[in-house]
């Protein structure tokens, strides 16, 4: 079968069909027997639909305790960031340099890397990205140190 045999049988579909039987007839008879019974008492609400309004307000409940947990964790971290980003620049030593020319070039740039972020983080204090960052290197420089005392 190809494309033109597709198509002609697509063009052939697009025919109106007849319904096999008369739906508004029974839909009318429907509507007659609904309007014939006597008026309803109000009934109390059934068990599902009960059901289906405590589920939604413990859903409400649910989304509210998320939203609190989260500002309250966010605001956790910020009144710590500051704490941890001075304790970072302020123990380190800012003009270390290793005797061994090949640490002294990374020595160099995680310095140059540490005062970049120290600048980032005038401007915006509280990014934890920023302060992971810093402690990354403040890690990094620990780290050369170590490298150097081991060389000797």
Known sequence: MNEFEWLRQMRELNQPVAPLSDLW???????????????????????????????????????????????????????????????ATHTEDSHWKPSDPRLAGAALELDAARMELQQAMQQAPDSPALQRLLQQTHAQQNYLRELEKQAG
Do not use: E, K
């Not at 639909?49 to 409400?60: G, L, N, Q």
């Not at 500002?71 to 009144?79: D, E, K, L, N, P």
């Open 25 to 87: 007839s029974r839909i009318d008879a429907a509507l007659d027997d609904t309007a014939s019974l006597p008026a309803a008492t109000p009934a109390t609400p059934s068990r599902a639909r009960r059901v289906r309004v405590w589920a939604m307000a413990a859903s409400f409940a649910a989304v509210a305790l998320l939203a609190c947990g989260v500002i309250w964790r966010m605001h956790a971290i910020s009144q710590n960031a500051p704490q941890i980003a001075d304790t």
